[in-house]
């Protein structure tokens, strides 16, 4: 499974973004998949996830501000991102299982496919 990560860019505190991670090879719909992100100088963290079933997974300080979702159809899964604050400047990483288990879908370890990332930067 190949990841494409896109859609980060510069956006106000209170903006919004979408990103998109296009997959080829595999079976998508089939395929869990998740975005993490990696802020400087910080390890990198689950930011949200949603597995082949649909079944949605968010981070805390996430939840009710992102949304994630895929398209069975164009192969992609979307972060819809409201309400960015500062704090979710980071580098956001897709990644991708086709074998990952419901406990461990907040796990990076578990995902076997990665993106190469794209940049968000929330300025305030």
């Known amino acids: 499974v190949q990841l494409q990560a896109s859609g980060g860019g510069l956006v106000q505190a209170g903006g919004s973004l979408r990103l998109s991670c296009a997959a080829s090879g595999g079976t998508f719909r089939s395929t869990s998949l998740a975005w993490f992100r990696q802020a400087p100088g910080k390890e990198r963290e689950f930011v949200a996830a949603?597995?082949?079933?649909?079944?949605?997974y968010y981070a805390d300080v996430v939840k009710g501000r992102f949304t994630i979702s895929r398209d069975n159809a164009k192969n992609t899964a979307y972060l819809q991102m409201n309400s960015l604050k500062s704090e979710d400047t980071a580098v956001y990483y897709c990644?991708?299982?086709?074998?990952?288990?419901?406990?461990?879908?907040?796990?990076?370890?578990?995902?076997?496919?990665w993106g190469q990332g794209t940049l968000v930067t929330v300025s305030s």
């Open positions: 949603i597995k082949w079933t649909r079944s949605e």
């Open positions: 990644a991708a299982s086709t074998t990952i288990i419901t406990s461990m879908m907040t796990e990076g370890t578990a995902y076997a496919y």
